[in-house]
């Protein structure tokens, strides 16, 4: 991602976060016993398969390719590190050695929440074994997981890993503590002598932040859920930028606009805003623990010192997102001279074709077509396109969770061979997480082009 403080720091929970429960950051239950948390050894001996695979009772697939020397495994509240591939058939979900430069992705050990989470699977592994888990598509619609649209009945999920690392909470709190203790002051010392190289005098926050202000700005400062709209260009220690939205270089001319105090930026953007007003110009001297810290990201090299200079273009109070997504569809409707229909939670539709027989209803499984738009009409899913490289029809049980809350409260407007428009707003979409990588952003209104093929009786 080319806009730099967008990036909210990244734990490696984000390689799963599309399907299932090992993607999850939250607290782990520390309630939950080791021997609890742990395979039955009966159940890990499973049936082995024409393909070398054994399965577990919960439906997890499994191989260990390669034994390692270690003796400890897991446990829940554990923290392990892996490398680790996920994919289903040949389209690539993760990949941890190309996002963390052939490092492995560390993150905590919770409990499985459903029948053939991969996390058993982790747990029945120990330093140095590498395997390959798998389990359905099927596993995880049961289980609730929203699914992407192009995932089929049949498929399977793969996961190839290997595991590096196994650590308890205490052990990895310690060390992560001893490590950023040094680390900032290696920091410390390197600022210090650059202040003194290039005679700056900056301000030192209690957090470490150092900044300047060449320009103090009007009226009051920044404050914690407050939308500012900034322009920026960050560089390292030697003057080298990595990206700017002022500098046409990086391909993205136009304000950087962002929630503060919310952890969507790093750390010491989300401290250093708020000591800023409208109209200010500041430097930020960020030491690493409150910039990407440890974790490499490309062109930003672990551990890494970074300079921003900013300007607060603009500050407004915190919008409710639902009246915001409103005035779009409407001011879009009226320019497109579209007459929708809208609910009580927000969604609009047109219907195109009317069908023929009952509406759909909840637990039916649903066959359809579809395409989706941005507002600003670039399609960003669809599979009637071949560009996207699933032209089949598209199956999913309705009200079941497994779309976004748009459809499943949409399509039970549909009758068999009805077409329609249904125009989402984000919070029945994707909200502020976004999805596809970026093709669909933060708070996002959705445009989808939909056609019931099939309903189950």
Request: aromatic share 10%; hydrophobic share 35%; net charge positive.
């Given at each position: 991602?080319?806009?730099?403080?967008?990036?909210?720091?990244?734990?490696?929970?984000?390689?799963?976060?599309?399907?299932?429960?090992?993607?999850?950051?939250?607290a782990q239950d520390k309630k939950t016993s080791a021997k609890k948390a742990a395979p039955k050894e009966s159940a890990a001996k499973g049936k082995q398969k024409p393909d070398g695979f054994k399965k577990l009772n919960s439906g997890l697939e499994y191989k260990i390719v390669k034994h390692g020397e270690g003796a400890r495994k897991p446990v829940v509240s554990d923290h392990i590190e892996m490398h680790i591939h996920v994919h289903v058939g040949d389209s690539v979900m993760f990949d941890s050695r190309k996002m963390y430069n052939n490092k492995p992705v560390p993150f905590p050990i919770s409990a499985p929440k459903f029948k053939g989470d991969p996390i058993e699977g982790f747990m029945m592994m120990v330093v140095g074994d590498s395997a390959i888990f798998r389990l359905p598509v099927d596993s995880m619609k049961k289980a609730g997981n929203q699914l992407l649209p192009w995932m089929k009945e049949g498929m399977k999920v793969e996961y190839d890993v290997v595991l590096v690392s196994v650590k308890s909470e205490a052990e990895d709190k310690k060390d992560q503590e001893e490590k950023a203790s040094i680390q900032i002051a290696i920091d410390e010392k390197i600022l210090q002598e650059y202040f003194t190289k290039n005679?700056?005098?900056?301000?030192?926050?209690?957090?470490?932040?150092?900044?300047?202000?060449?320009?103090?700005?009007?009226?009051?400062?920044?404050?914690?859920?407050?939308?500012?709209?900034?322009?920026?260009?960050?560089?390292?220690?030697?003057?080298?930028?990595?990206?700017?939205n002022t500098d046409s270089n990086f391909h993205h001319m136009m304000p950087f606009d962002l929630e503060v105090g919310k952890g969507r930026v790093i750390k010491g953007w989300d401290e250093g805003l708020q000591l800023l007003k409208k109209?200010?110009?500041?430097?930020?001297?960020?030491?690493?623990?409150?910039?990407?810290?440890?974790?490499?990201?490309?062109?930003?090299?672990?551990?890494?010192i970074l300079v921003f200079d900013v300007e607060i273009l603009d500050v407004q109070n915190p919008a409710d997102q639902g009246a915001v997504d409103d005035k779009l569809l409407q001011d879009y409707f009226a320019k497109n001279n579209i007459h929708a229909t809208k609910t009580p939670s927000g969604l609009s539709y047109v219907i195109t074709q009317k069908g023929l027989g009952p509406t759909a209803k909840p637990?039916?499984?649903?066959?359809?077509?579809?395409?989706?738009?941005?507002?600003?009409?670039?399609?960003?899913?669809?599979?009637?396109?071949?560009?996207?490289?699933?032209?089949?029809?598209?199956?999913?049980?309705?009200?079941?969770?497994?779309?976004?809350?748009?459809?499943?409260?949409?399509?039970?407007?549909?009758q068999l061979g009805s077409k329609a428009t249904f125009y989402i707003p984000s919070g029945l979409a994707y909200g502020e997480q976004g999805a596809g990588g970026g093709a669909i952003p933060a708070n996002a209104v959705l445009i989808f082009d939909v056609e019931v093929l099939g309903i189950d009786k």
């Open positions: 991602m080319k806009r730099i403080p967008k990036i909210a720091l990244l734990s490696g929970m984000l390689l799963l976060a599309f399907c299932c429960s090992v993607t999850s950051v939250k005679g700056i005098k900056p301000i030192k926050t209690a957090s470490g932040l150092y900044y300047t202000i060449s320009s103090q700005g009007e009226g009051e400062s920044v404050k914690a859920g407050q939308k500012v709209s900034v322009n920026y260009t960050g560089k390292f220690l030697d003057g080298k930028p990595f990206d700017s109209g200010s110009k500041a430097t930020f001297y960020i030491p690493s623990n409150l910039a990407y810290g440890a974790q490499e990201r490309n062109p930003i090299p672990a551990n890494a637990g039916k499984k649903v066959t359809m077509n579809y395409t989706g738009k941005t507002m600003d009409g670039k399609v960003f899913d669809s599979n009637t396109d071949s560009k996207f490289n699933h032209v089949a029809p598209f199956t999913f049980v309705l009200g079941q969770g497994q779309v976004i809350k748009g459809w499943d409260e949409g399509v039970q407007l549909l």
